[in-house]
């Protein structure tokens, strides 16, 4: 069983049957529910979830992402932290990363309001926290690798004979 090609059907759609991806992989349905088991015990696969177009749902939907700067002391290193402000449900996405800032965060909530009491009353008061630039997601165009909107933007004049 070739698991990259496994994983790769599944980072394209989550939902197709055991059935399905066995034939696009030429093997066995029973083989490729093993590797799936296999994949989900050994922590490669976390979860399956939908792409969400947050612009065609009724309700208010808020992201913003936030740039976090920290200070490290003798006994806290970026694990701990890390572990901390992963506990957070609005924290959606948590990233260590290279460059002017430490963390990257993606926060999801109901309204700006309740984004940015959030960054100011949970994480910026982190003692290890000493800087936060926050940046509100005005609208998306691309989510894990699939395009939003409806694709039919096209605004050039038709020609006909």
Same mark, same amino acid.
């Given at each position: 069983?070739?698991?990259?090609?496994?994983?790769?059907?599944?980072?394209?759609?989550?939902?197709?049957?055991?059935?399905?991806?066995?034939?696009?992989?030429?093997?066995?349905?029973?083989?490729?529910?093993?590797?799936?088991?296999?994949?989900?015990?050994?922590?490669?696969?976390?979860?399956?979830?939908?792409?969400?177009?947050?612009?065609?749902?009724?309700?208010?939907?808020?992201?913003?992402?936030?740039?976090?700067?920290?200070?490290?002391?003798?006994?806290?290193?970026?694990?701990?932290?890390?572990? $901390? !402000? &992963?506990?957070? =449900? /609005? *924290?959606?996405?948590?990233?260590?990363?290279?460059?002017?800032?430490?963390?990257?965060? #993606?926060?999801?909530?109901?309204?700006?309001?309740?984004?940015?009491?959030?960054?100011?009353? $949970? !994480? &910026?008061?982190? =003692? /290890? *926290?000493?800087?936060?630039?926050?940046?509100?997601?005005?609208?998306?165009?691309?989510? #894990?690798?699939?395009?939003?909107?409806?694709?039919?933007?096209?605004?050039?004049?038709?020609?006909?004979?």
């Amino acid at each position: 069983m070739d698991k990259q090609s496994l994983l790769d059907l599944l980072r394209h759609d989550a939902r197709e049957s055991v059935d399905d991806i066995a034939r696009q992989l030429g093997a066995d349905a029973e083989a490729v529910a093993a590797a799936l088991d296999e994949l989900e015990d050994d922590g490669v696969v976390r979860g399956y979830q939908a792409v969400v177009d947050w612009n065609r749902v009724d309700e208010e939907h808020v992201r913003a992402q936030v740039e976090v700067d920290v200070e490290l002391d003798r006994e806290t290193g970026y694990e701990e932290i890390a572990t $901390r !402000i &992963a506990r957070f =449900p /609005e *924290v959606a996405t948590l990233r260590l990363v290279s460059g002017t800032y430490d963390f990257f965060i #993606e926060v999801e909530g109901e309204s700006m309001h309740a984004v940015s009491n959030f960054v100011s009353e $949970r !994480i &910026a008061p982190i =003692p /290890e *926290v000493t800087k936060t630039v926050t940046h509100f997601v005005m609208d998306s165009y691309k989510e #894990e690798g699939i395009e939003l909107g409806d694709g039919d933007d096209d605004d050039r004049l038709s020609v006909s004979p």
